[in-house]
């Protein structure tokens, strides 16, 4: 007997279908994947179900009683939680504050040390250790993930809803999680899973429905079906066209050394070098100093390093200066760092240019900056409806592809790429792949951060893995292999 | 943009005033109401300029007040010292020079925009006393310029409300046209996104008091010009006043959002509540009252819109 059951469900908004015909069936102690590309409609489900969104037909059945009203508290109080991609943490209180927050009465005094120890306990049950003392904004985002998971948890659940959870997650961290989500399966809890990642669908889940366009398309077993047929399914295009073909032969055997390297996580300063025309990937676990080193780099953090481009020096120096110098940043954090979200999509692409389409007096050449923002959304193929719509009426894959077009801008000779496809859908990946691929062969210096093993081999010439802020090891093309990455990247060798 | 106006609920605010006040009073269309009027809303106008760009970078400028009493102390002491022109040219530099401590404080020492400029409203409302010793002081008999900036008028517009006109178009150009304008934008929706993109924050944000104080000093002469002297006591509330054109105007208080033609909107709605009042004889009392009631409404039913 399903737990929760969804019919015919349609959602429009203001006149533009969201949802068309969907149908779902998720059983007590099962996980079940939702898969679809950006737009297939997942996240207007979720809030459907959720009770955020009001379906305009269809009917959802709960625990076999029809769900007539919904609304989040009336969801919450069935039973049904829902972790979104966007947090909803409070980041200036404590762990333990946000997981308790809202529960227990209003008017009652809070015991600190009841909530802080059963916050610990919580978290511990979990398999993780978080000091449930510490203010949320301190914590990386994978830890912010799980004290998410940790506040759903803290009250009674029977759906458990999680979107795209692996986005911020590492190889390590995502083991956990899978072990924590196989464990509720087992205490009899419905889950119901959103993510991009074949391979966690295909490791975790017992079913999954593909949706497209709005429409349930189909609903498989896991076990009866392979990655490619779920794409062809999702999309329509076989896996193995994802990654672009690799072209790499060290251009004219150029290099850029980087040396005595410090970061906020490294005890030793770090040396790197950097071929060009080649894509440098650096691997490791979340919190491992990945992100770090890119941040060093391009300035964020005082730094004694020296780095070497064609036999000159060059002086790390704020941000500003590193753009001046020709580097580039797509940072991990597209919606915070990346972009600026209420902004046009022209404004953005734009705003590391505004120098050069300007006069002397600072005004801006209102032509010549909608002929170059039009020319690099042509080049990127960036589906928009206008260049002044806000970045943030994009769709992830999008809004990535405008931060990457902001950085072509400037013609860089060094671009940093933080997680390049963390929350873009199959079909945008393939293209995001491409474009980065271009930069290297046309002699861009291509650092690369990425927690999707996949991507990390698929797309690198070359290998560094960091363990506790520093390189510990490096492989190239021909060795890559998972298992030895992972092995590097906890340690293990 | 036509779309814009039409969906903008400050333009229906203020086109209900105006014809609302011209039915209540004959007097209100009156030539001589209507210069009046420009005369009122210019000094305060200039000022709700600054607010809004401050605002539009997330920050705000509690200091303008005090800033308006002490340059009109400090040209009407300066008219009797030096030359009408040095005396001009030294009040603005004053006004400038204030603004840039605050910015100072604000984007180098990324002190709370809120406690930087209210320290330097204390301060500055202080020395505004002190230089004056209390008592208003009138100006030099070799103003006349001054007079003219607050008293003149060409074709029967108000000098006064000509430059606050012209001055309201240089920042509508600033910030559709030029870099500056485009920083301010982006820095007060996403500060670290805009430094991440190589642009200093730190001295757009400086830019943006500075501009607030050089509008504020520039206002405060067309205070002493209209009235002859410059007083320790005006300006008092002031800030409040020009944050409420700004809202009015529907900025965003959080920043990066807005728009200076409603500012100017905002500035003429807050002025017209005063002008028509005045012509209806309600007690000064009554008028704060109302107009307290009246910003609320305003905001309301631009919420409605939003």
């Known amino acids: 007997m399903p737990m929760l059951k969804l019919r015919h469900i349609k959602k429009y908004f203001a006149g533009v279908k969201a949802?068309?015909?969907?149908?779902?069936?998720?059983?007590?102690?099962?996980?079940?994947?939702?898969?679809?590309?950006?737009?297939?409609?997942?996240?207007?489900?979720?809030?459907?179900?959720?009770?955020?969104?009001?379906?305009?037909?269809?009917?959802?059945?709960?625990?076999?009683?029809?769900?007539?009203?919904?609304?989040?508290?009336?969801?919450?109080?069935?039973?049904?939680?829902?972790?979104?991609?966007?947090?909803?943490?409070?980041?200036?209180?404590?762990?333990?504050?946000?997981?308790?927050?809202?529960?227990?009465?209003?008017?009652?005094?809070?015991?600190?040390?009841?909530?802080?120890?059963?916050a610990e306990v919580l978290l511990h049950s979990l398999g993780f250790q978080i000091n449930v003392r510490q203010k949320v904004a301190k914590l990386s985002i994978a830890e912010q993930q799980i004290v998410e998971i940790a506040k759903a948890l803290s009250s009674?659940?029977?759906?458990?809803?999680?979107?795209?959870?692996?986005?911020?997650?590492g190889t390590a961290e995502l083991a956990k999680l899978f072990v924590l989500l196989r464990s509720l399966r087992d205490r009899g809890v419905a889950i119901i899973y959103i993510s991009h990642h074949l391979d966690e669908l295909l490791e975790l889940t017992d079913r999954i429905t593909v949706l497209k366009d709005g429409r349930s398309v189909e609903t498989v077993f896991t076990k009866d079906i392979s990655k490619d047929d779920l794409v062809t399914l999702m999309i329509g295009r076989s896996i193995s066209q994802m990654y672009p073909q690799k072209r790499y032969t060290a251009l004219d055997g150029k290099q850029i050394q980087i040396n005595n390297l410090q970061t906020v996580m490294s005890v030793e300063p770090i040396s790197l070098i950097l071929n060009k025309g080649e894509i440098l990937g650096i691997g490791g676990l979340v919190g491992a100093g990945r992100t770090e080193i890119l941040d060093s780099l391009f300035g964020n953090y005082n730094n004694r390093a020296e780095i070497i481009i064609d036999n000159k020096k060059m002086v790390l120096r704020h941000p500003k200066g590193m753009i001046e110098g020709g580097w580039g940043m797509?940072?991990?954090?597209?919606?915070?760092?990346?972009?600026?979200?209420?902004?046009?999509i022209k404004e953005n692409i734009s705003l590391t240019n505004l120098g050069k389409i300007s006069n002397r007096w600072g005004f801006i050449n209102l032509r010549k900056e909608k002929e170059i923002v039009l020319q690099l959304i042509q080049k990127l193929q960036i589906k928009i409806g206008s260049m002044d719509d806000p970045l943030a009426s994009l769709s992830g894959g999008n809004q990535q592809k405008v931060i990457l077009a902001k950085w072509l801008n400037v013609a860089p000779q060094v671009l940093l790429v933080d997680e390049p496809t963390r929350g873009v859908d199959v079909g945008a990946r393939a293209e995001i792949y491409t474009i980065i691929q271009e930069l290297a062969d046309q002699g861009v210096y291509i650092l690369m951060v990425s927690s999707d093993m996949d991507e990390l081999m698929g797309l690198s010439d070359r290998i560094v893995i960091v363990r506790k802020g520093q390189l510990i090891g490096e492989l190239q093309k021909s060795d890559f292999s998972e298992e030895i990455i992972l092995r590097m990247a906890l340690g293990a060798n | 943009m036509k779309e814009k106006l039409l969906k903008n609920n400050t333009l229906i605010i203020f086109l209900l005033l105006l014809i609302g006040s011209s039915l209540v009073s004959d007097s209100f269309l009156s030539g001589n109401n209507l210069q009046n009027l420009l005369r009122q809303v210019a000094p305060i106008g200039l000022v709700s300029i600054g607010m809004f760009l401050v605002i539009l970078t997330g920050g705000i400028d509690l200091s303008v007040g005090s800033i308006l009493a002490f340059i009109g102390v400090a040209f009407a002491i300066l008219s009797y010292e030096v030359y009408f022109?040095?005396?001009?040219?030294?009040?603005?530099?004053?006004?400038?020079?204030?603004?840039?401590?605050s910015g100072y404080l604000v984007a180098y020492q990324r002190m709370a925009p809120f406690i930087a400029t209210l320290a330097l409203m204390t301060i500055v409302r202080g020395a505004g006393f002190l230089a004056?010793?209390?008592?208003?002081?009138?100006v030099g008999e070799h103003s006349a310029a001054i007079m003219y900036l607050g008293t003149g008028s060409i074709f029967g517009i108000p000098v006064s409300a000509l430059l606050f006109f012209g001055l309201f178009i240089a920042v509508f150009v600033l910030l559709k046209y030029h870099v500056?304008?485009?920083?301010?934008?982006?820095?007060?929706?996403?500060?670290?996104?805009?430094?991440?993109?190589?642009?200093?924050?730190?001295?757009?944000?400086?830019?943006?008091?500075?501009?607030?104080?050089?509008?504020?000093?520039?206002?405060?002469?067309?205070?002493?010009?209209?009235?002859?002297?410059?007083?320790?006591?005006?300006?008092i509330g002031m800030e409040l006043d020009a944050i409420a054109a700004v809202v009015i105007g529907g900025t965003s208080l959080a920043g990066g959002r807005g728009s200076v033609f409603f500012t100017l909107l905002g500035v003429f709605i807050l002025g017209m509540i005063g002008n028509i009042m005045n012509l209806l004889d309600v007690t000064a009392y009554l008028q704060q009252l109302i107009k307290g009631i009246i910003i609320i409404l305003a905001v309301l039913f631009q919420k409605r819109s939003i």
């Open chain 1, 19 to 118: 949802l068309e015909d969907v149908n779902l069936e998720v059983t007590s102690g099962e996980i079940h994947a939702l898969l679809g590309e950006n737009g297939a409609g997942k996240s207007t489900l979720m809030k459907v179900i959720s009770g955020a969104h009001l379906a305009d037909e269809g009917e959802i059945i709960f625990e076999n009683k029809p769900l007539l009203k919904t609304s989040p508290s009336i969801s919450k109080s069935l039973g049904i939680s829902i972790i979104y991609q966007e947090f909803s943490l409070v980041e200036d209180l404590s762990v333990a504050e946000n997981i308790y927050l809202g529960k227990g009465s209003s008017m009652k005094w809070l015991n600190w040390n009841h909530i802080n120890k059963s």
């Open chain 1, 156 to 169: 009674d659940v029977k759906l458990l809803i999680l979107d795209e959870p692996s986005a911020v997650l």
């Open chain 1, 330 to 344: 797509v940072p991990e954090d597209r919606k915070r760092l990346g972009g600026i979200l209420p902004m046009s």
């Open chain 2, 85 to 101: 022109a040095a005396a001009i040219a030294i009040v603005l530099l004053l006004g400038i020079g204030i603004g840039a401590i």
């Open chain 2, 132 to 138: 004056s010793k209390g008592a208003p002081i009138s």
């Open chain 2, 180 to 235: 500056v304008g485009r920083h301010i934008i982006a820095i007060g929706s996403n500060e670290e996104a805009v430094r991440l993109s190589g642009i200093s924050v730190e001295r757009t944000k400086c830019l943006v008091y500075i501009i607030s104080g050089f509008l504020t000093a520039l206002a405060a002469l067309m205070v002493v010009g209209r009235t002859g002297v410059g007083s320790p006591n005006i300006g």
